[in-house]
């Protein structure tokens, strides 16, 4: 199958992927290009971002999360669009375990046989840079480095300085980006702040993308993107006939999924039925819920305010409807949130109180399923993603844990996926066609509804 795609990838965190990502973005689609963007690694924050300037929903392409078959396979399923732009993470080599080019950008390039630009911040280097492109060139005997994009250039000197150098390296330049306050994106502890909580801040990246746009060589950087080889067409899965409804949580403090899950999901008969804990007064009718990461402490007050959303969701979980939750969906279901020295009060299905902490959780996690629950039938190994600035405290003695972490920090003592009732909430994230977790827990939702 024929793709025209491109990696967009950074010598480090911080030197402005996302934006330049949008910026491209833009620039194709001024050129009547439909484009489909795709972010490397767990993140959810930076997806949001290229979202609101391709008008498209974001796919992540993670080799831990996925596994190389499965990210193949969503990379051509979702690639169907005129291009597809794929973002990197980190640094480009920077993969798991440090020294691992494990599911790095570059193993994730390599993958799909994509070619990359090397995104350099240029603001305390001239010839320097040469150095650095070089030794990225040179770090890997096939780099897949097809140019590269100085950013954060302080003058026209500094510009001539830089292209003098980076000529005796022979990688052209495809976009030489001034340096401008007006161009930097605000950040919070989790990382950028999401597109969906702010108008302004929408309306800030589509200016930033079309500011940097005019920066870029499109013309250069279209012709690397129809250079790239064909990829083998995958299986298409049977898709099954709705059966049963799951109520997705979704708002300003929960927007934390993967693309893919909610499509697992609508596949294995799930119709999706979309609500806000803080806005909404009721659950739509449904046989299940399904409640992501986010920000609920940030909006803790309003969450706290919606007594009703919150007593019908224990009410529910009371029941034995099926409800799973992540994260920001396990923080909503203790009993309080503890942030900035304002508690709020929260579901209480779990009698415990969450903390928000200085200190950041940051792993991908690897484990075992040791109890049955409402996504998986069977003991087995899991493998999945936590980030978060939370623990909980006062958890009772007696808690009921699903997952047993050999990897990652879990909930208390590398346990993970707190079960009550026929809810389980965890702070790891999973991608569920890492297993079949998607089919299990739509069948669990269609027994609920037949009670």
Not at 323 to 339: P, V
């Amino acid at each position: 199958m024929k793709i025209p795609r491109l990696v967009l990838a950074g010598t480090t965190s911080g030197v402005g992927k996302t934006s330049i990502t949008c910026a491209l973005i833009h620039a194709l689609q001024k050129k009547g290009f439909s484009v489909q963007p795709f972010k490397v690694g767990p993140d959810y924050i930076d997806p949001s971002y290229l979202s609101s300037i391709a008008r498209k929903d974001v796919f992540n392409l993670d080799v831990w999360l996925m596994g190389k078959d499965h990210l193949l396979e969503s990379f051509v399923t979702n690639s169907k669009s005129d291009i597809s732009i794929i973002e990197g993470v980190m640094g480009y080599y920077d993969g798991f375990g440090g020294d691992s080019n494990f599911a790095s950008t570059h193993h994730v390039a390599s993958l799909t046989k994509s070619s990359t630009i090397l995104v350099i911040d240029a603001s305390k280097a001239a010839r320097s840079i040469a150095a650095t492109a070089l030794g990225f060139v040179k770090f890997h005997s096939n780099s897949r480095i097809k140019g590269i994009i100085l950013n954060k250039i302080g003058s026209k000197k500094h510009e001539i300085l830089c292209r003098k150098a980076i000529e005796k390296t022979k990688l052209p330049i495809l976009g030489v980006i001034p340096k401008n306050s007006e161009l930097d994106l605000q950040s919070r502890h989790l990382g950028l702040i999401p597109t969906k909580e702010d108008v302004a801040l929408r309306q800030k990246i589509q200016k930033i993308s079309k500011i940097i746009s005019n920066s870029l060589d499109t013309e250069k950087i279209l012709q690397i993107i129809q250079t790239a080889p064909s990829l083998k067409t995958t299986v298409k899965k049977i898709h099954k006939k709705p059966k049963t409804t799951i109520a997705v949580a979704l708002d300003n403090s929960f927007n934390f999924y993967y693309q893919d899950n909610l499509k697992a999901l609508k596949r294995e008969g799930a119709n999706l039925k979309f609500f806000s804990p803080v806005l909404d007064k009721k659950v739509p009718r449904c046989d299940g819920i399904y409640i992501g990461g986010g920000f609920p402490e940030i909006l803790g007050k309003a969450l706290e305010k919606n007594m009703i959303m919150r007593k019908k969701i224990k009410k529910l979980s009371e029941e034995n409807v099926p409800i799973y939750a992540e994260c920001g969906g396990l923080m909503y279901l203790t009993k309080s949130i503890d942030y900035g020295k304002k508690i709020s009060k929260m579901v209480g299905i779990f009698d415990a109180q969450t903390k928000m902490t200085k200190k950041m959780k940051l792993n991908y996690t690897k484990g075992n399923i040791i109890l049955k629950n409402i996504i998986s039938e069977k003991k087995h190994t899991l493998q999945g993603h936590e980030f978060h600035y939370s623990k909980l405290e006062s958890i009772p003695s007696d808690s009921k844990f699903a997952y047993e972490l050999k990897i990652g920090d879990g909930i208390k003592n590398h346990f993970d996926g707190m079960i009550q009732n026929n809810t389980l909430a965890s702070f790891g994230h999973l991608y569920f066609d890492s297993s079949n977790y998607a089919e299990v827990f739509v069948k669990n939702c269609i027994k609920s509804s037949r009670i």
